[in-house]
């Protein structure tokens, strides 16, 4: 009997929220036995509770830095057909351009080529483009990455290719 009451005032005593918000009384029933109760009665005394609040971290979090960081994408935009400088041998004219984007190409994102410095037909979601119909000689592109709001978050550098057309 002694070890459950002693179990029972172990745990009431184990709340120190509680504790601190609410007060403990004690008193004997008729048998004799001690009762804990919230609520206090005639003869009833107050239980102390001091309040100790004895939890440790394992883990000093005063060097944690806890805000919130919005998470900038840095995307890199990068022309991989036609190399820099190469020499595109077609007789119709036909230029096949293939870009990379990293970290990846998210939905909502386009990409505007240019041409010569003009922008080659419009924005579009992928970045594979076929130009047709370019005339010899030395041309420049350049890839554009465009948000969902228009603004240009990356940009390639440009590539020189050569167009070579045989003669008639």
């Known amino acids: 009997m002694i070890k459950r009451l002693s179990v029972l005032l172990a ?84 230029v096949y351009v293939a870009g990379r984007i990293k970290p990846i190409f998210k939905k909502g994102l386009k990409i505007q080529l240019y041409l010569d410095n003009t922008p080659y037909q419009e924005p579009q979601d992928h970045s594979m483009f076929v130009l047709r119909n370019i005339d010899r000689g030395e041309h420049k592109i350049k890839m554009d990455l465009i948000n969902n709001q228009g603004k240009v978050i990356a940009s390639s550098k440009p590539i020189v290719f050569y167009m070579h057309r045989a003669s008639k």
Request: charged share 25%; no cysteine; aromatic share 6%.
């Open 11 to 94: 745990v009431l005593l184990s709340f120190a929220v509680e504790a601190t918000s609410t007060k403990i009384y004690v008193w004997r029933n008729e048998q004799g036995v001690l009762v804990f109760s919230d609520t206090p009665r005639p003869g009833a005394e107050e239980v102390k509770v001091e309040n100790k609040n004895d939890q440790l971290t394992s883990v000093d979090t005063s060097i944690l830095d806890i805000k919130p960081k919005a998470i900038e994408e840095k995307y890199q935009v990068s022309i991989s057909q036609p190399e820099n400088n190469a020499t595109v041998r077609d007789n119709t004219g036909s």
